[in-house]
């Protein structure tokens, strides 16, 4: 199965909100409130930042938030900061079959 | 505070089979209520799931890699292992180790990682 669809790039201004999505399909987003977040740094691995749609773990700042409609989540980041500036990667379970997709990843840049 | 810490060779013959292995401290893995999953990622590319695992040993592999992916327990040594059979170079890339509770179902804990290179 393919891997979910985000955009390449996201760039905003600090202050500003922005929105990644992550497209998927019936089989994987749509069927499941299982997608979760990840916020990775240069030579870092991935940080949990949202989990099963739109909750955050302990320490994530309520700057990031999630959420899902049909076959498509988002993660929007309010109040951007230049430390906010990472790779970004969407995640969902898709069934006993294929088990766990990632999406290709979005880059954030602040502007 | 649980602590996940990748080891294996950083250099692996192409056609040859890659072991690697993940320490888990602060944690057992043989404790219910968590699975156990090795991820990597290609140099500039994206993630890619491999295979997860349960302190029951019920294995899970991604279906493009299942004929060659082999994950498996140590509970005496508290770590868990992946091994790759038949690598080429598409198999280069940062492997990560990853505990994932049934709760959350999301990656809470992560390696460091270990960048494995297929190169003959």
């Known amino acids: 199965q393919s891997a979910l669809t985000q955009p390449a790039s996201v760039s905003g201004s600090p202050g500003q909100s922005i929105t990644i999505s992550c497209s998927g399909t019936s089989s994987d987003i749509g069927s499941y409130d299982l997608v979760s977040w990840y916020q990775q740094f240069p030579g870092k691995p991935p940080q949990l930042i949202i989990y099963q749609v739109n909750k955050r773990p302990s320490g994530i700042s309520d700057r990031f938030s999630g959420s899902k409609s049909g076959y498509t989540a988002s993660l929007t980041i309010s109040g951007l900061q230049a430390g906010d500036e990472a790779d970004f990667y969407c995640s969902s379970y898709a069934g006993s079959g294929t088990h766990w997709l990632f999406g290709g990843g979005t880059e954030l840049t602040v502007l | ?120």
């Open chain 2, 1 to 120: 505070q649980v602590q996940l810490q990748e080891s294996g060779p950083g250099l692996v013959m192409p056609s040859q089979t890659m072991s690697l292995f993940c320490a888990v401290s602060g944690g057992s893995i043989g404790s219910s209520g968590y699975s156990w999953s090795w991820i990597r990622q290609s140099p500039g590319k994206g993630l890619e799931w491999l295979a997860y695992i349960y302190h029951t040993r019920s294995s899970y592999y991604n279906p493009s890699l299942r004929s060659r992916l082999s994950i498996s327990l140590d509970t005496s040594k508290n770590r868990f292992s992946l091994n790759l059979t038949s690598v080429t170079a598409a198999d280069t890339a940062i492997y990560y180790c990853a505990r994932r509770p049934t709760v959350t179902t999301a990656l809470d804990y992560w390696g460091q990682g270990i960048l494995v290179t297929v190169s003959s």
